[in-house]
């Protein structure tokens, strides 16, 4: 089931992505993650009321709130990075924070992946590199870019790893998602109330109407998000993980594809090379089992 479980928060983490990213051509970021962090904030605490998860507080959901902590940081700093350097630098970095530091984690708690499995990771990595679509040639990156960018990646995989340790249960795991959004929420805000007060905007051009127009978009990318962080700590808890964090960090090729799909975006060679590769990654990784 750890396969299953990693491929679906791959589906879940791309697809959020993909709306979250048309939804910014709208409304400003801050709030797009604001808002949608809010209403499933909202989602969870019912489910956390109606299935008494409350009950099942304990430690472990220290991990779940320093996730909620960590995540809009890195969220911030490789946004920051996309906005200062170029974004086929910057992608493939970050989409390989969430690799390699669950995958240390991994190893470093006593699991010995296969050869087949190592085939896999390698392969599946690659890929996610390329269908990031990385640049070739270009401006060299800015320090500031680059720094911003291993604090993005080092967050992402750090996110991954306390998500993992946050809850043993699926009820104890409702309630962990719903102090790690929380905790996004107060980050969040915090965030936005820091830029308006610099003069930044927090509603579009055409005011409140856009964002309540929005509510559906914004509620879907709130609950896809949090289902992924969900599918994955079930995915971690039920298999290796070494390949939980590998599959679940194919993500940026669904968001292409979505784009390829939806908005008619083509592919660049090198894109549709990596999702190929990462494909074959999916194949080695869930056979060898």
Not at 1 to 10: D, E, G, H, K, P
């Amino acid at each position: 089931m750890t396969a299953a479980f990693a491929l679906i928060t791959s589906l879940l983490w791309g697809l959020a992505d993909f709306g979250g990213g048309l939804l910014t051509r709208r409304i400003p970021a801050l709030t797009v993650v604001l808002v949608s962090q809010l209403l499933a904030v909202g989602v969870l605490g019912a489910v956390v009321v109606a299935t008494g998860a409350w009950t099942e507080a304990g430690p472990r959901l220290w991990f779940a709130a320093a996730a909620g902590l960590i995540g809009p940081a890195a969220m911030l700093s490789f946004y920051r990075a996309l906005a200062l350097g170029p974004m086929g630098v910057v992608a493939p970095i970050g989409a390989l924070g969430g690799v390699a530091i669950p995958v240390g984690v991994g190893m470093a708690i006593g699991e010995r992946p296969g050869l087949l499995q190592f085939a896999g990771i390698a392969v599946a990595v690659a890929g996610v590199v390329l269908a990031s679509g990385p640049a070739r040639g270009g401006a060299p990156v800015q320090r500031q870019t680059l720094a911003l960018t291993v604090c993005a990646a080092v967050g992402f995989g750090a996110v991954m790893a306390l998500i993992a340790e946050a809850s043993t249960t699926l009820t104890g795991l409702f309630l962990a998602l719903f102090v790690q959004r929380v905790c996004n929420v107060l980050v969040g805000g915090t965030a936005l109330w820091v830029s308006v007060r610099r003069g930044g905007t927090a509603l579009p051009a055409e005011g409140w109407g856009a964002v309540r127009a929005a509510l559906p978009a914004l509620t879907f990318v709130g609950l896809a998000d949090v289902a992924a962080n969900g599918t994955y700590n079930l995915a971690a808890n039920s298999g290796p993980v070494t390949v939980a964090a590998v599959l679940a960090s194919l993500y940026p090729v669904v968001t292409a594809l979505a784009a390829r799909g939806v908005l008619s975006e083509r592919l660049r060679t090198v894109q549709a090379t990596g999702a190929g590769l990462a494909l074959v990654g999916t194949v080695l990784l869930a056979a060898a089992r």
